[in-house]
């Protein structure tokens, strides 16, 4: 199990950019497959983006696709651009255990299947 902790979130005003951060604490998240999901008021927790625990594979909702980019390094991100009203949430990273995970291209983008979550960070775009 890996602890996550997010950080990058604030208040922008819509157009503009922020960028996400999520690093791990105690132990790397090599070999874990990673992915950004977000909850609104009165909302169920929605898929972002994902990518592979090797890197070389990314995944987007159709909602963010063009204007998010997530990438990974010892520390996940997520870039944020464009931001609009509607992309107001709190944004949690994720990550999933994989065997051989380091080499995975496998994509998730269900919650049910990552194992370990961070605490969430507010982000809220004003119009």
């Known amino acids: 199990q890996v602890q996550l902790v997010e950080s990058g979130g604030g208040l922008v005003q819509a157009g503009g950019s922020l960028r996400l951060s999520c690093a791990p604490s105690?132990?790397?998240?090599?070999?874990?497959?990673m992915g950004w999901f977000r909850q609104a008021p009165q909302k169920g927790r929605e898929f972002v983006a994902a990518?592979?625990?090797?890197?070389r594979r990314t995944n987007y909702a159709d909602s963010v696709k063009g204007r998010f980019t997530i990438s990974r390094a010892d520390t996940l991100y997520l870039q944020m651009n464009s931001l609009k009203p509607e992309d107001t949430a709190v944004y949690y990273c994720?990550?999933?255990?994989?065997?051989?995970?380091?080499?995975?291209?496998?994509?998730?983008?269900?919650?049910?299947?990552?194992?370990?979550w961070g605490q969430g960070t507010q982000v809220t775009v004003s119009s």
């Open positions: 994720a990550g999933k255990k994989l065997i051989g995970g380091s080499f995975s291209d496998s994509l998730y983008d269900l919650a049910p299947e990552y194992d370990d």
């Open positions: 105690g132990r790397t998240f090599s070999g874990y497959a």
């Open positions: 990518i592979s625990g090797s890197g």
